[in-house]
């Protein structure tokens, strides 16, 4: 079993940067691919970013050019850099481990979820 531990998170003002971070100790890390995802309270939660174990990227049109999903894999971790944040940026970010992951698209393993970080943008 894969087991997610969330970090990061705050209030932002509309412009500002911020890192959020979630780590998955294993064996297997290196070999997974790993996403985030967000959601607001009475909407459906949605992709943010996905990386391959191989590095390669994919992003939710709202946060292309804005957000970098990178990992660590020495430290068993994958980040979020959100940078120049909008207000319908708030939500509860949530890291996502060993999906199905595509060229273009990410299936989420429903049985490996961070706990969530909360992220609040507003002036």
């Known amino acids: 079993q894969v087991r997610l531990v969330q970090s990061g998170g705050g209030f932002m003002k509309p412009g500002e940067s911020l890192q959020i971070s979630c780590a998955a100790p294993?064996?297997?890390?290196?070999?997974?691919?790993m996403a985030w995802y967000r959601q607001v309270p009475g909407k459906e939660r949605e992709f943010v970013a996905a990386?391959?174990?191989?590095?390669?990227?994919h992003y939710a049109d709202s946060v292309k050019g804005r957000f970098t999903i990178s990992r660590v894999n020495a430290k068993m971790t994958v980040y979020l850099q959100m940078n120049s944040l909008k207000p319908e940026d708030t939500a509860v970010y949530y890291c996502?481990?060993?999906?199905?992951?595509?060229?273009?698209?990410?299936?989420?393993?429903?049985?490996?979820w961070g706990q969530g970080t909360q992220v609040t943008v507003s002036s």
């Open positions: 990386i391959a174990s191989a590095g390669s990227t």
């Open positions: 294993g064996d297997g890390f290196s070999s997974k691919a």
């Open positions: 996502n481990a060993d999906g199905t992951y595509g060229s273009t698209t990410y299936y989420p393993n429903q049985y490996y």
